[in-house]
C-alpha cells in the first residue's frame, strides 16, 4: 500500500520528467506553491478533483498514483474507481462556480469549466488569459484591471456589469450580450464582435481597433471619447449618443442608424455606401469627409 510520502515522490517524479518547478505546477492548478511541496513531502494530499487535474498536466493517469494497491484512508475508494474510470471513459472537466467570490491579483490563464457560475463576483487584477468561458451569464459582476486576452467569450451574456480598465484583445465575443453595462477605458482590439449585441450600454475611451464589427448591434447606447476605425459592416446604432467620438479611416457598409446623435460626432477620410450615406445624414452628420462608396 503506498503511503503519502511514495504518493509524493510520484507526483515529483512526474513534474521533474514534465520539466515543471513547483511554481509552474501551482500557477496551472491554481493552488500555492506552498500546497505542492506539501503534496510532494507526503504532508497531506490533493482532493479528488485536483489529483485529476495533476494527471492531465503531468500526462498520467490516476492509477500511477494509486499503484497496484489502493491508497490511503478516505481518499482510497474514490481515488481508484476515479482511476478506473480513466481506463474506460473520458474524465468530466470539474465544474467550479465562481460566482459571489472575490477574486484579486490571481492568474486563472487557462480556465475551463465554469458552466455558467460567474455572477455577482468583484474581479481586480486578474487574467485569464486564453481561457475558455463561451456561454456564461456574467451578471452583476465588478471587473477592473483585468486581463482576458485570446479569451473566448462567445455567447457570454454581460448584465448590469461594471467592466472598466480590461484588455479583451484577440477576444472572441461573437453572439455575446451586453445589457446596463458600463464598459470604460477597456481594449477590445481586434477582438470579435460579430453578431454582439448591447442594449443600454455606456461606452467610454473603448478601443475597438482592428477589432470585427460585422452584425454589431448597438441600441440606447452612450460613446464618449472613443475612435472607431476600419470596417464596420451591417453594424447597427438605434437611439445612440455620440459625445467626442471620431470616426476615422473607417468604411461602413450596410450600416444602420436610426434616432443617432451623429452631430457631435466628427468624421475623417470615411466611406460609405449609399444606403448608409442616407442613414447618417439623416441623423445631422457632418458629411463633410465622407465619400460615397458602391457596394
Not at 28 to 37: C, T
Not at 203 to 223: E, I, M, P, S, Y
Not at 255 to 281: E, G, P, Q, S
Amino acid at each position: 500500500m503506498l503511503t503519502t510520502n511514495e504518493i509524493g515522490e510520484k507526483i515529483a517524479i512526474a513534474r521533474k520528467l514534465k520539466n515543471l518547478s513547483q511554481s509552474q505546477l501551482s500557477d496551472q492548478l491554481a493552488v500555492s506553491a506552498q500546497a505542492v511541496g506539501k503534496w510532494e513531502r507526503g504532508e497531506s494530499m490533493p482532493d479528488i478533483i485536483t489529483f485529476q487535474r495533476i494527471a492531465e498536466i503531468l500526462g498520467t493517469d490516476l492509477n500511477y498514483f494509486a499503484g497496484e494497491n489502493t491508497i490511503l484512508s478516505a481518499t482510497e475508494s474514490v481515488l481508484s474507481s476515479a482511476a478506473a474510470t480513466t481506463d474506460n471513459t473520458e474524465v468530466q472537466k470539474p465544474g467550479w462556480n465562481m460566482s459571489g467570490g472575490n477574486w484579486i491579483d490571481l492568474d486563472f490563464s487557462g480556465l475551463q469549466g465554469l458552466a455558467e457560475k460567474f455572477s455577482g463576483a468583484n474581479i481586480d487584477k486578474c487574467r485569464f488569459i486564453e481561457s475558455e468561458m463561451s456561454g456564461l451569464a456574467l451578471k452583476g459582476n465588478n471587473i477592473k484591471n483585468s486581463d482576458f486576452s485570446r479569451s473566448i467569450l462567445s455567447g457570454c451574456k454581460f448584465a448590469g456589469a461594471n467592466i472598466e480598465r480590461n484588455i479583451f484583445a484577440g477576444c472572441d465575443l461573437s453572439l455575446s450580450e451586453f445589457s446596463r453595462c458600463n464598459v470604460i477605458d477597456c481594449d477590445f482590439s481586434k477582438a470579435n464582435l460579430t453578431g454582439t449585441a448591447t442594449r443600454w450600454c455606456n461606452f467610454k475611451k473603448v478601443k475597438f481597433d482592428g477589432a470585427n464589427l460585422h452584425r454589431t448591434k448597438f441600441t440606447l447606447g452612450q460613446f464618449t471619447e472613443m475612435i472607431f476605425t476600419g470596417d464596420l459592416i451591417e453594424c447597427s446604432f438605434e437611439n445612440c449618443d455620440f459625445s467626442r467620438v471620431t470616426f476615422e479611416n473607417a468604411v461602413l457598409r450596410q450600416c444602420f442608424f436610426k434616432n443617432a446623435k451623429l452631430k457631435r460626432a466628427k468624421f475623417v477620410n470615411c466611406r460609405a455606401d449609399r444606403l448608409t450615406y442616407a442613414f447618417m445624414k439623416n441623423c445631422k452628420a457632418d458629411m463633410t469627409d465622407i465619400t460615397i462608396i458602391e457596394t
